[in-house]
């Protein structure tokens, strides 16, 4: 039986069961961070708009994106 490429198991890597724990709770912690950050004034101030809903929602995903990859990497490099 053959290895899945390496491609393949790139795009396979965000949903990896290994991988995922990790990624959720530093998605968690340092986005809400970063979310307190850019717009904790205006959700204190009842001034968020739905641009800055999708904004804050979608930029959970760059820290939850970066660790996948440092895990993946740092799997490979073990190989």
Request: charged share 15%; aromatic share 10%; glycine share 4%.
């Amino acid at each position: 039986m053959s290895q899945p490429s390496k491609q393949n198991s790139f795009f396979a890597a965000p949903i990896d069961r290994d991988f995922r724990p990790t990624a959720i709770c530093v998605a968690l912690i340092v986005e809400t961070i970063l979310f307190s950050i850019n717009h904790g004034t205006a959700l204190v101030k009842r001034k968020m708009t739905v641009d800055r809903w999708i904004s804050g929602v979608l930029t959970y995903l760059v820290p939850y994106a970066v660790n996948i990859h440092g895990q993946y990497t740092s799997r490979q490099r073990s190989i």
